[in-house]
């Protein structure tokens, strides 16, 4: 069980990095843009290892119809389409002639940017953790965060889900702590034993707070701890201590 839900997470993680397209430019309505630099290279992939098919040239006008990490794939108006570096997009303008901001795989788009989501693993009360955290900012500074996990105990394997909210201290640093806070659902399924096993399902509060670390284009690392608190029906509340650690990315 523990090895599939894994695959699972790296595969959407991966699915996410790659192939989803940056919100807002696969509508219905294009942007349009136009060439301010002498020309526009256009690949016929999302690389440089692409050759170059098409060139816009300055002052002529075409249309962005997706992202791909820091490629967009556009449409001239004479109908040729093709896809050109994020770099080579910075040098274009909007039609009321302000630049276009591309959100790049940089320390720039590190202090800024729309989404993220990472992978990882630790510990949960002493059980093995992995979880799959996926955030969307309010600001560069707080961050709307959700968290899907499993934990693999002796006596017991459990699924916790909690939201809640981050808040970055100094975004702009390459090393930059965060403070967080939310609610969320611990549900615990007991091993099977003598005594027929019976599920719990339980609100949880946390409080946490962490380090992000700037690695490279749209990757960072991520080291998070939190205390717990399940909110059961006995008299005593159980403080469940949490911590993890993993590979995230922005987009």
């Given amino acids: 069980m523990r090895r599939s839900l894994t695959s699972a997470?790296?595969?959407?993680?991966?699915?996410?990095?790659w192939f989803a397209p940056t919100p807002g430019l696969a509508?219905?309505?294009?942007?349009?843009?136009?060439?301010?630099?002498?020309?526009?290279?256009?690949h016929t992939g999302p690389g440089r290892g692409y050759p170059v098919r098409w060139v816009v040239g300055r002052g002529?006008?075409?249309?962005?119809?997706m992202r791909r990490?820091?490629?967009?794939?556009?449409?001239?108006?004479?109908?040729?389409?093709?896809?050109?570096a994020g770099r080579d997009m910075a040098l274009t303008r909007l039609a009321d002639g302000s630049p276009f901001i591309a959100n790049m795989g940089n320390r720039a788009g590190f202090t800024s940017h729309n989404w993220e989501a990472g992978v990882l693993a630790g510990s949960f009360g002493g059980a093995s953790l992995i979880t799959l955290n996926g955030a969307g900012s309010l600001t560069d500074n707080l961050k709307v965060e959700l968290t899907l996990g499993?934990?693999?105990?002796?006596?017991?394997?459990?699924?916790?889900?909690?939201?809640?909210?981050?808040h970055i201290i100094?975004?702009?640093?390459?090393?930059?702590?965060?403070?967080?806070?939310?609610?969320?659902?611990?549900?615990?399924?007991?091993?099977?034993?003598l005594v027929q096993p019976v599920n719990r399902r339980d609100q949880l509060g946390y409080v946490g707070a962490g380090l992000r670390f700037y690695l490279t284009r749209?990757?960072?690392?991520?080291?998070?701890?939190?205390?717990n608190v399940v909110f059961t029906?006995?008299?005593?509340?159980?403080?469940?201590?949490?911590?993890k650690l993993g590979c995230a990315f922005f987009f």
């Fill in 9 to 17: 997470v790296l595969a959407f993680a991966i699915w996410l990095a």
């Fill in 27 to 42: 509508a219905a309505e294009h942007l349009q843009l136009f060439v301010t630099a002498p020309y526009l290279e256009l």
């Fill in 60 to 65: 002529e006008a075409f249309d962005v119809l």
């Fill in 69 to 84: 990490t820091d490629w967009y794939k556009v449409r001239t108006e004479r109908g040729e389409e093709g896809w050109a």
């Fill in 150 to 166: 499993q934990y693999l105990g002796n006596v017991s394997n459990g699924y916790i889900a909690t939201l809640g909210l981050s």
């Fill in 170 to 193: 100094w975004p702009g640093w390459r090393l930059s702590p965060f403070l967080s806070m939310g609610t969320g659902i611990n549900v615990i399924e007991p091993k099977v034993s």
């Fill in 218 to 227: 749209r990757f960072f690392l991520r080291a998070e701890y939190r205390d």
């Fill in 233 to 243: 029906k006995s008299d005593f509340n159980e403080v469940d201590q949490e911590w």
